[in-house]
C-alpha cells in the first residue's frame, strides 16, 4: 500500500512516514504543495495525508485540482484548523476524513486502514481468502491455524492481493503499489517474491490461492 | 452612587417655569379685576368727597354743613352716603345718618391728600371703599368782604376737617373672594395638568434614550460589539450619539476580531510544531529501538521544543512590548548596526542569489533608541527580505538623516502582497492559508518590530510600489 504524505513540518512529516512505513505501508513524502500536487497526479496512491496550510499551493488548492480531475485517491487531511467551518469546507471540497492536530499517529494509522478498507469496499478489518487470513492492525498471517512469518515485502504484497482479492492484479499495480523506489527491485522480483509467498502460504502442500494469469498479472482466490 | 435623573430635572424646571408663569398670570388678572372693579367704586366716593369738601362753609364766622339742609340734586346722594367729619381745630364729629353712631376709621393721607383704603363699616362689618382727605371750609366771596369789612378776618385754613367717604364693597370683595378661589384652583389644576403632560411629553422624548439603552441592556453576551437597530423615528439629537455609539462598536468588533484571529492564530501556530512533537515521541515508543535511535528521537523533540519555546517567548515579548511604558534611548550607530546585520545575512542572500544593493555612504548616521531593538527589528527586514523574494532578485538598502530622523529603507520584490499593508503588522497574519516559510516566520515579527519602533520613539512604516516592490522604513529620531 502506497501512501502520499503532503506536510511541510520537517519532524511531522519524518515522524509520520517512518511511522507509517514501520506499519507496512510504502510512503512517499512532500514538503510543499506544488510537489505534492504533482505526486499525487502521477501516481497512483491508496492515500493521501495531506495537510492543509502548505508553502505554494495550499492542501485546499490540492484537494480542488484532484477531485476537478476525477483522481479517485482516497485523502485524509490533517490540519491544525480544528473549526467546523474548515472540516466541512475540506470534507466538501472532496476529503475522505479529517484529523486535527496535534493527532496521535495511531489514530491516524487506522484511519488510514479504515480509508483503505473503503478504497476496496471492504468493511471487515480481517481479511480471509479460503483459510487464509491476513490481519492488518496485528500485520499477521495465518493459514489454518498455523501462523505464517512474512518479510515485511512479502506482508505488503500479500495485504495487496487480500485487498484486490478476487480480481486480476497487473503487475504494473503490484509493482506501483508494492515496490518501494530505489530498492533495487527488478522486472524480475514480482516473480521471484510470489514465489516466495507461495512456499510460505502453502508450507503443507495445501492448495495455492495465489494463481497466474498469463499475461496480465495475479489473482488471489479461492477456486474450490 | 445616583446619577442626575433628566426627567426630575426637566419636571423640576418645566413646573417651576409653568408655576411661575401662572402665578404671575393669576396675580395680574386679580388685580386687573380688582382695579376695574374698585375703579368704579374709587370714582363714586372720590365725587362724594369732593361735593361734601365744597359743602362746609363758613359763614358769619361760623361753619355751616350745607349737606344737613338736604337741598341740590345730590341729596339722595347724600342721605344714602357713609361720611364722618373731625373737626381738627375743636374735635368736634359729624356724621352722615347712616352711620347713625358708629365711627368709620379716621384717615387721609400725607398732608391732607386724599388716600383710598379697604375697609370694614363699623355698624356690620361689611367690606368696604373708604377715602380719607383733609378738607378746609369754604368761603364765599361776599363773606370775604364782610369779613374784611369788620376786621375778623379768620383764615379757613385754620379750620381744617377729615372727610372720610365710604361706599359699602360687598359684592365686589365677593366677586374679588371668588375670583382669588378661581384664580388659584385654576392655577394649581393647571399645574397638575401641566405636570402629567409635561411628563408624559417627556417621557415620549426620552423613549428613544430608554430604547437604546434597552438594546445595550439587553444585548446578549456573544452580541456585544454588533451594531445597534436604530429605528427610522430616532430623533435627530440622537441620531449622531447612536452612529458614533455604532462607530465605536465597530472599532470594538474589529478589535475583538483581531483578538479572536490572533487566538486562533497563535493556536494554530502551536498545534503544528506541538503535532510533530508528539508524532517523535510517540514513534519513539512504538517500539524497542537502539539507543542510537532514541538519542536521534530525543535530539528531534529537544529541537522542537525549542521552537514551540521560541514561539512562546516571541508571543511573550509581544505581549510585553504592548504593556511598555517607556524606553531610555541612547545615542546609537544605525549605519553600523546595518552593516552587521547586513554582514550576517550575506549567506542567506547567497543561498537565494539575491543581490543586496547598499544606496548608503558609510558616514555613521546616529540617532536616539535601544541598539538592541534596532538591530532586532533590521535583522527582521532582513529576514522577510531573504524569504520572500522571487530567487536571483535584488534587494535595496539605504539609509538617510534628516535634520531630525534617521531612516533605514529596505526594498525588495515581492509577488504576493496584501491589499491592506497594515495587515502585516497584526500578529500572526497570513495573506492566505498557504505556508511560506516553515520556522523563522511565525507571523509575529513584524509586530514585535511594530511595537520596539513605537517603545524607541519611532515608526515602521510599510510601502509598495506599482511594479510590485515593497520597501519597510525603520524611522528613529536622530540624535544630532
Known amino acids: 500500500m502506497r501512501l502520499l504524505l503532503i506536510e511541510d513540518n520537517a519532524s511531522l512529516r519524518d515522524a509520520t512516514r517512518q511511522y507509517m512505513h514501520e506499519a507496512g505501508f510504502i510512503v512517499d513524502t512532500a514538503a510543499t504543495g506544488d510537489e505534492g500536487l504533482w505526486a499525487a497526479q502521477e501516481n497512483p496512491y491508496d492515500v493521501v495525508l495531506l495537510d492543509l496550510m502548505l508553502p505554494k499551493v495550499d492542501g485546499m488548492e490540492i484537494l480542488r485540482r484532484l477531485r476537478a480531475k476525477e483522481n479517485p485517491v482516497h485523502i485524509l487531511v490533517m490540519s491544525a484548523r480544528d473549526g467546523l467551518d474548515d472540516r466541512l469546507q475540506a470534507l466538501d471540497a472532496g476529503a475522505d476524513d479529517y484529523l486535527v492536530k496535534p493527532f496521535s499517529l495511531s489514530e491516524a494509522l487506522a484511519r488510514t486502514r479504515a480509508l483503505l478498507r473503503r478504497s476496496y469496499q471492504r468493511k471487515n478489518p480481517l481479511m480471509r481468502v479460503a483459510d487464509l487470513t491476513l490481519d492488518p492492525i496485528r500485520r499477521s498471517v495465518q493459514r489454518g491455524d498455523a501462523a505464517i512469518v512474512l518479510t515485511a515485502l512479502e506482508y505488503r504484497l500479500l495485504e495487496y492481493l487480500f485487498h484486490r482479492a478476487g480480481e486480476v492484479v497487473s503487475r504494473a499495480d503490484i509493482w506501483e503499489h508494492v515496490f518501494e523506489d530505489g530498492t533495487g527491485g527488478t522486472s524480475n522480483s514480482i516473480e521471484v517474491y510470489i514465489g516466495y509467498l507461495r512456499k510460505k502460504i502453502n508450507p503443507g502442500g495445501e492448495t495455492d490461492l495465489i494463481h497466474t494469469k498469463r499475461g496480465h498479472g495475479y489473482i488471489l482466490e479461492d477456486r474450490h | ?480
Not at chain 2, 89 to 102: H, Q
Not at chain 2, 110 to 121: A, M, N, Q, T, V
Not at chain 2, 334 to 346: D, G, K, M, P, W
Not at chain 2, 433 to 453: D, K, P, T, V
Request: proline share 4%.
Open chain 2, 1 to 480: 452612587m445616583r446619577h442626575p435623573s433628566i426627567r426630575n430635572s426637566l419636571l423640576v424646571r418645566c413646573g417651576i417655569g409653568v408655576g411661575a408663569l401662572m402665578l404671575a398670570l393669576s396675580i395680574s388678572i386679580y388685580y386687573a379685576a380688582r382695579h376695574g372693579l374698585y375703579k368704579e367704586i374709587d370714582r363714586s366716593i372720590k365725587q362724594t368727597a369732593a361735593l361734601l369738601g365744597n359743602q362746609i362753609e363758613l359763614e358769619n364766622n361760623e361753619l355751616t354743613f350745607e349737606w344737613q339742609e338736604g337741598i341740590g340734586t345730590n341729596k339722595q346722594l347724600i342721605d344714602a352716603g357713609l361720611f364722618q367729619f373731625w373737626n381738627e381745630a375743636t374735635g368736634e364729629i359729624t356724621r352722615s345718618a347712616g352711620l347713625r353712631s358708629f365711627d368709620l376709621p379716621k384717615f387721609c393721607g400725607p398732608d391732607g391728600s386724599p388716600e383710598l383704603r379697604d375697609i370694614k363699616l363699623p355698624q356690620n362689618g361689611r367690606h368696604a371703599r373708604a377715602i380719607g382727605i383733609r378738607v378746609y371750609p369754604f368761603v364765599l366771596p361776599e363773606e370775604m368782604a364782610r369779613m374784611k369789612e369788620s376786621g375778623q378776618l379768620t383764615d379757613p385754613r385754620s379750620l381744617p376737617h377729615i372727610l372720610v367717604v365710604a361706599q359699602d364693597a360687598k359684592p365686589v370683595h365677593y366677586v374679588l373672594t371668588r375670583l382669588r378661589w378661581i384664580l388659584g384652583l385654576g392655577t394649581l389644576t393647571t399645574l397638575g395638568i401641566g405636570f402629567f403632560l409635561i411628563n408624559r411629553a417627556i417621557r415620549h422624548s426620552l423613549q428613544p434614550i430608554e430604547t437604546l439603552s434597552e438594546q445595550v441592556a439587553k444585548r446578549e453576551g456573544n452580541r456585544l460589539d454588533s451594531a445597534l437597530e436604530l429605528s427610522s423615528k430616532l430623533p435627530s439629537e440622537l441620531t449622531g450619539l447612536a452612529e458614533s455609539f455604532d462607530s465605536l462598536l465597530g472599532r470594538v468588533a474589529s478589535l475583538r476580531m483581531r483578538e479572536k484571529d490572533f487566538i486562533r492564530n497563535a493556536a494554530h501556530e502551536l498545534r503544528t510544531p506541538i503535532a510533530g512533537l508528539r508524532a517523535t515521541i510517540e514513534l519513539a515508543l512504538n517500539r524497542p529501538r537502539s539507543a542510537d535511535e532514541y538519542q536521534s528521537k530525543l535530539e528531534l523533540c529537544h529541537s522542537q521544543v525549542t521552537a514551540i519555546g521560541e514561539l512562546l517567548n516571541r508571543l511573550s515579548a509581544l505581549a510585553r512590548m504592548g504593556n511598555a511604558k517607556h524606553l531610555q534611548p541612547e545615542k546609537i550607530n544605525l549605519t553600523e548596526i546595518l552593516n552587521h546585520c547586513l554582514q550576517n545575512f550575506q549567506s542567506r542572500f547567497d543561498q537565494r542569489n539575491l543581490t543586496v544593493t547598499r544606496k548608503f555612504a558609510q558616514t555613521p548616521c546616529h540617532a536616539n533608541g535601544d541598539g538592541t531593538l534596532a538591530a532586532m527589528i533590521i535583522k527582521n527586514l532582513l529576514d522577510n527580505a531573504a524569504c520572500y523574494s522571487p530567487e536571483s532578485s535584488q534587494i535595496d538598502v539605504e539609509i538617510n538623516e534628516t535634520n531630525d530622523q534617521v531612516r533605514v529603507l529596505i526594498q525588495n520584490r515581492s509577488d504576493d502582497l496584501p491589499d491592506e499593508l497594515d495587515r502585516l503588522f497584526e500578529p500572526l497574519f497570513r495573506k492566505d492559508s498557504s505556508r511560506q516559510n516553515e520556522g523563522s516566520h511565525l507571523g509575529i515579527g513584524l509586530s514585535l518590530s511594530l511595537e520596539s519602533a513605537h517603545a524607541m520613539g519611532g515608526k515602521l512604516l510599510a510601502q509598495k510600489t506599482a511594479d510590485g516592490l515593497i520597501g519597510f522604513s525603520f524611522i528613529l529620531p536622530s540624535s544630532t
